[in-house]
Structures are given as structure tokens and as C-alpha cells.
């Protein structure tokens, strides 16, 4: 099995939508088991969220987000690129998990959620651009 | 989102299908806090039709059990598929909420308790 895909969406919340859609007709069409494509589709609301909320939110006409989803070997690979400023994902420090509901701040969780879903994350700055890099295993 | 809510017993049932991502957490939101607004104390959230949730999913809740914990209101959450289940261990919040395998026993859990 080996397919590929690339969609451009607007870097906007829509195109978040957007981009969970298409991640859904991909799976869809490669016949993959919903208990196989969550951790793909959690991690992906958690990064684009992150780059339309943080990233790109000061733009008054942000720039579009490529999205590049690759199956191969039983490995789905998600390749993120975005021109919002500099923000390497992995420099962000790991929540305190074992606080109680009262001190536990609102956000902040999602970055943890990426790492613990994926095997591996890589980022990379090119030029103008952030790109990172999920790659997942499938069970099956 | 496709969501469904009723008043059971003064409990409010609410059932959010689908994605409970950044999108439609947004509405789950302001579904959950119009109600608190309204005065409504003690809630279910039916999880069984969620297909995947985010960080996003997991924020309304703990904005929702907060209210109402101001409010000595309550809130019980059921019926998480595997999917849903494994975001709540992940980040450590299974033991933050009240969690029943069923809408009845979520049920019988807020009409037993204070």
C-alpha cells in the first residue's frame, strides 16, 4: 500500500476543518480502520490548531498551510508546513500532568499529545517556513 | 457538529457526535455554558458518538467540571469509546472526572449524589 496526498488549506480554523476533512477521505479511501487513524487525526487538530491560534493568528491575511499525508510500509507520514514565525514544537516543555482539576491550567496539553501519539516528530525551519514532520506506525 | 440534548430528572444530557476537535469543540462550548448560564447545575455529556477528541474536546470539559464545581453543580461524563478513553489517560485525566460506562449510570450517579 503506498498513496500519497497534498492539500493547501487557509491558515484559518477553517482550514483546520479542511484539513481534518481531507485526512478523513484519505483514510476513507485507503481503507484504514478508525481505530488506527485517531492518533493521526488528534495529532493533526493539535498542530494546525496550534499554528492558525498561535502561529499565524497576528496575520491579517495568513498564509496557507500545506498539508502532505503519505502511506507507506504500514507507516502513515503527516508532513506539516507552515509560514507562520520560527516555533519549534519540541522546545515546548511537557505539562505537569499530575496536578488536580483546580491548579491545572486550561491549554497546553496539545504538544504533549503529538509526541506521546506519534513514534517520531521532527522539525525542521526552512527558509520561511515551519516543518514538521509525524510519523506513526499502523497496527495492522 | 451534530449534537443532542434533552433535560432528564433537572439533568441535562448532552451527546456531541463525530469530531470533538478545535472546530466543534467551539460549539460544544457554547452549547455546555449557555446552560450553566441558564442556571442548569448537574450534567451528563454522552461521549458514546465521539469519534476522536483533541485537546481542544478536553479543555470545554474541564472549563464545564469547573463551573459547575463554583456552582456545587456536577458533572458525569459516559460512555468513552477506546479512542476518546486512551486522549483522557494520555493526559492524565480519568481520575479528574466522574466517568460511567453508561448514560444510565451516569444517571443513577447524579441522582444518588449531592
Known amino acids: 500500500m503506498d498513496a500519497r496526498q497534498i492539500l493547501t488549506v487557509p491558515g484559518t480554523l477553517d482550514g483546520v476543518r479542511q484539513a481534518a476533512e481531507g485526512f478523513d477521505a484519505f483514510a476513507a479511501a485507503q481503507g484504514l480502520a478508525r481505530g488506527e487513524v485517531w492518533p493521526f487525526q488528534v495529532a493533526l487538530d493539535e498542530v494546525l490548531s496550534n499554528v492558525v491560534r498561535h502561529g499565524l493568528s497576528e496575520a491579517s491575511d495568513p498564509p496557507p498551510i500545506e498539508l502532505e499525508i503519505h502511506l507507506q510500509g504500514g507507516e502513515i507520514e503527516l508532513v506539516i508546513v507552515d509560514r507562520a514565525p520560527e516555533f519549534n514544537p519540541l522546545d515546548v516543555a511537557e505539562p505537569d500532568l499530575g496536578q488536580g482539576i483546580e491548579e491545572r491550567p486550561i491549554g497546553g496539553l496539545g504538544i504533549a499529545f503529538v509526541r506521546k501519539l506519534m513514534d517520531s516528530v521532527e522539525y525542521a525551519r526552512q527558509g520561511d517556513r515551519n516543518r514538521l514532520r509525524l510519523r506513526r506506525k499502523l497496527l495492522a | ?114
Open chain 2, 1 to 114: 457538529m451534530e449534537m443532542t440534548d434533552e433535560t432528564r430528572d433537572g439533568v441535562v444530557i448532552v451527546a456531541p457526535t463525530g469530531r470533538l476537535d478545535v472546530n466543534t469543540s467551539a460549539e460544544l462550548e457554547k452549547r455546555l455554558l449557555d446552560k450553566v448560564a441558564a442556571g442548569e447545575t448537574r450534567f451528563v455529556v454522552d461521549l458514546t458518538a465521539v469519534e476522536y477528541i483533541s485537546s481542544a474536546g478536553l479543555r470545554v470539559l474541564l472549563l464545564l467540571a469547573k463551573q459547575l464545581k463554583a456552582r456545587s453543580g456536577r458533572l458525569v461524563l459516559s460512555s468513552l469509546g477506546p479512542a476518546v478513553r486512551q486522549v483522557f489517560e494520555l493526559a492524565g485525566l480519568l481520575p479528574v472526572f466522574a466517568v460511567e460506562a453508561s448514560r444510565e449510570q451516569a444517571m443513577g450517579r447524579l441522582a444518588s449524589g449531592p
